[in-house]
């Protein structure tokens, strides 16, 4: 039996071959690097295929091929069997292609409604395109469980709502094959579980769905079949049924990988930090912080738990000298200034506080600026780096970087590239490298490995380590409670902008931890 659909003019024959998209010999390369080379690839209708690969590997790069952000070099692109010549993005969503990318493409100030019509708009009035979109979207929000409001601002939406907002744009213009690109590096654990959830719905709705991703956890949860990348070539593809988090780790970066933390039980010293009622109003006069009080030690590593927005990242702020606070911090027994410089004229930085916020792009890069310069901020005054008491030495600073970038395999290693044409996990190498080579008495340390690859948080976890058996005392924020308990060797939990309760990793478990963060009180 011929199986057709007619999707706004497409006409797609399943009989014609079982593959929704095959890639053949597809290259692609920026000035001397190679990002792809040779690609073939063939992704079976109606599932759910995973790429991965280290960071710079060329995932990206060939996905951006086919939704026709950039133009191969060479090779052919088939939908369905046919060759479909992608030049441009509107070709491929022509070819009943959409992308959700890492970072949205929405107009923040816009609502649900007037994001999905935008680009799609029926005509110069715009009322009969939101009337339609309005009940496609209410069609689409039911049968998927996406529940978004279609008058809400963008801005007001949670970092979950707002990719659901970018998968309605694709499946209303009609996309038959989804892209997703680090989809779940932003969200809350239950926002990815939604997430892959609704997956699995457009999957059973005959949907082709290909999700970038270096967690190898999802890949074995979500896929049907992964393709592995390692230095712009395709190394294998397999059914995950088949394989494992070790093998496929094991093909990404050409090596055996360590897929658990390896460390010591800690021996703390004295106190490095003490934290004393810090509280932090918002804009809107609203307490985000709520009174907290803790300390760490030198040599241990304290981990806060929680739900994104409880607070985290207010206490980062607080204690990095961004955010107004009150209350007291002390280092090493000396009072830190709540913001601003201490009266010795000392930054925090100077004082031995290093800082690898959570947003990379807007507070630890200048985007524009290049991988050298990004090294010196906050450095830039360290007599290793200076000629003389007027001017910097660019060129220590650029063989600095360079040291770097190699030690911490930052891809492509070229120190004068600006930042934003690293990949999102290189760039979290340079921030991750520029802070811990300092050799800080605390490093506060917010989502360290979001958008890392497998290899790369192997070796970020092992500095982490290396810092707390220095003797440094580490303060780890991260969304990711797998991480928080294999690396911490005490485990705060925050909800509402409190900690409600501590606990120790090697006797507590995700439930017990999960009731903390659910705001339940009790011993963990």
């Known amino acids: 039996?011929?199986?057709?659909?007619?999707?706004?003019?497409?006409?797609?024959?399943?009989?014609?071959?079982?593959?929704?998209?095959?890639?053949?010999?597809?290259?692609?390369?920026?000035?001397?690097?190679?990002?792809?080379?040779?690609?073939?690839?063939?992704?079976?209708?109606?599932?759910?295929?995973?790429?991965?690969?280290e960071n710079g590997a060329g995932k990206s790069t060939l996905m951006s091929i086919l939704y026709g952000f950039y133009r191969a070099d060479a090779g052919e692109v088939?939908?369905?069997g046919k060759l479909t010549p992608i030049p441009d993005s509107q070709s491929a969503i022509r070819a009943g292609i959409g992308m959700v990318f890492q970072h949205f493409k929405l107009?923040?100030?816009?609502?649900?409604?007037?994001?999905?019509?935008?680009?799609?708009?029926?005509?110069?009035?715009?009322?009969?395109?939101?009337?339609k979109a309005r009940k496609v979207l209410g069609d689409l929000?039911?049968?998927?469980?996406?529940?978004?409001?279609?008058?809400?601002?963008?801005?007001?939406?949670?970092?979950?709502?707002?990719?659901?907002?970018?998968?309605?744009?694709?499946?209303?213009?009609?996309?038959?094959?989804?892209?997703?690109?680090?989809?779940?590096?932003?969200?809350?654990?239950?926002?990815?579980?939604h997430l892959f959830r609704i997956l699995n719905g457009l999957k059973d709705q005959g949907k082709t769905i290909i999700l970038i991703t270096h967690k190898l956890r999802e890949i074995m949860e979500a896929t049907d079949n992964v393709s592995v990348m390692r230095r712009g070539t395709m190394v294998a593809t397999v059914k995950t049924a088949e394989?494992?988090?070790?093998?496929?780790?094991?093909?990404?970066?050409?090596?055996?990988?360590?897929?658990?933390?390896?460390?010591?039980?800690?021996?703390?010293?004295?106190?490095?930090?003490?934290?004393?009622?810090?509280?932090?109003?918002?804009?809107?006069?609203?307490?985000?912080?709520?009174?907290?009080?803790?300390?760490?030690?030198?040599?241990?590593i304290l981990g806060i738990a929680g739900v994104a927005g409880n607070g985290q990242s207010e206490l980062l702020e607080a204690l990095g000298g961004i955010a107004r606070a009150t209350g007291r911090i002390t280092l090493k027994g000396v009072d830190l200034p709540l913001v601003g410089l201490a009266a010795n004229g000392q930054t925090r930085r100077a004082a031995g506080i290093a800082h690898v916020p959570e947003d990379r792009q807007h507070l630890g890069l200048i985007m524009d600026f290049s991988a050298w310069e990004n090294?010196?901020?906050?450095?830039?005054?360290?007599?290793?780096?200076?000629?003389?008491?007027v001017f910097m030495d660019n060129d220590a600073l650029r063989a600095d970087t360079e040291r770097k970038m190699a030690t911490y395999d930052v891809r492509p290693p070229i120190a004068t590239l600006a930042a934003k044409n690293f990949s999102g996990g290189n760039q979290q190498k340079i921030v991750v490298a520029r802070e811990m080579e300092q050799n800080p008495d605390l490093l506060l340390i917010g989502q360290p490995t979001r958008g890392v690859d497998i290899g790369a948080i192997e070796f970020i976890h092992k500095q982490i380590v290396a810092l707390r058996d220095a003797g440094k005392a580490i303060l780890l924020v991260s969304?990711?409670?797998?991480?928080?308990?294999?690396?911490?060797?005490?485990?705060?939990?925050?909800?509402?902008?409190?900690?409600?309760g501590t606990a120790d990793p090697e006797t507590t478990n995700e439930r017990e931890l999960g009731l903390l963060m659910a705001g339940v009180s009790g011993k963990a």
Not at 15 to 44: C, H, M, R
Not at 261 to 288: F, H, M, Q, S, Y
Not at 375 to 389: I, L, M, S
């Open 1 to 53: 039996m011929v199986a057709t659909a007619n999707n706004g003019g497409r006409q797609a024959t399943a009989a014609l071959t079982p593959y929704a998209i095959e890639l053949k010999g597809i290259s692609k390369a920026f000035g001397p690097v190679q990002a792809n080379k040779d690609i073939n690839i063939a992704v079976p209708r109606g599932t759910i295929h995973g790429i991965i690969g």
């Open 78 to 80: 088939y939908i369905n």
């Open 107 to 131: 107009v923040q100030n816009f609502t649900v409604l007037e994001n999905v019509i935008l680009g799609a708009e029926d005509g110069p009035m715009l009322n009969t395109s939101l009337a």
């Open 141 to 193: 929000s039911r049968e998927y469980e996406m529940d978004v409001d279609p008058d809400a601002l963008i801005e007001d939406l949670s970092v979950g709502h707002q990719q659901r907002v970018e998968i309605l744009k694709a499946l209303y213009r009609q996309a038959d094959i989804l892209i997703l690109d680090e989809p779940t590096g932003v969200l809350t654990p239950d926002e990815a579980d």
């Open 243 to 300: 394989s494992s988090p070790e093998s496929l780790a094991e093909l990404m970066v050409g090596r055996k990988v360590l897929l658990e933390v390896e460390k010591v039980k800690a021996t703390p010293g004295a106190v490095v930090l003490a934290v004393e009622n810090l509280r932090v109003k918002d804009d809107d006069g609203i307490e985000r912080l709520k009174g907290v009080s803790f300390e760490i030690r030198a040599g241990e």
């Open 375 to 389: 090294v010196a901020f906050g450095y830039h005054n360290d007599p290793k780096y200076q000629k003389n008491a």
């Open 479 to 500: 969304v990711e409670l797998d991480e928080i308990m294999s690396l911490s060797d005490r485990i705060a939990v925050m909800f509402d902008g409190q900690i409600m």
